[in-house]
């Protein structure tokens, strides 16, 4: 059984930092493909970023590219998203996914190419 936790979420002013993790079990974060997506209230789930499982290709939406990394860590299988100089914009839950094999790398921030969610955190930008 694949299972995915994220951590790290919380509140934190504008210009600030935070790190999720997507800790996974049942399915190796080398196969396949991460994803991170957020939805804020009132507004579909778009993808943030997404990370290839058997290289290190990496894609980040526009809006978040230069202040959010995804990173991966094989010994804990767990993977992170290093997000810094946050806006009130980003604020959302913020949702880990995986594919269960490679996907086509034009669609990896779709979320409907995604097999196992998790259950999410909250991330929230305020003053």
């Known amino acids: 059984q694949v299972q995915l936790e994220e951590s790290g979420g919380g509140l934190v002013q504008p210009g600030g930092s935070l790190r999720l993790s997507c800790a996974a079990s049942?399915?190796?974060?080398?196969?396949?493909?991460i994803g991170w997506f957020r939805q804020a209230p009132g507004k579909e789930r778009e993808g943030v970023s997404c990370?290839?499982?058997?290289?290190?290709?990496?894609r980040y939406i526009d809006s978040v590219r230069g202040r959010f990394t995804i990173s991966r860590d094989r010994a804990k299988n767990t993977v992170h998203l290093q997000m810094n100089n946050l806006k009130p914009e980003d604020t959302a839950v913020y949702f880990c996914?995986?594919?269960?094999?490679?996907?086509?790398?034009?669609?990896?921030?779709?979320?409907?190419?995604?097999?196992?969610w998790g259950q999410g955190t909250q991330v929230t930008v305020s003053s």
């Open positions: 996914a995986a594919s269960r094999g490679s996907l086509v790398w034009s669609t990896c921030l779709d979320n409907s190419q995604y097999h196992y």
């Open positions: 990370r290839r499982g058997g290289g290190s290709m990496t």
């Open positions: 049942g399915l190796g974060v080398d196969v396949g493909t």
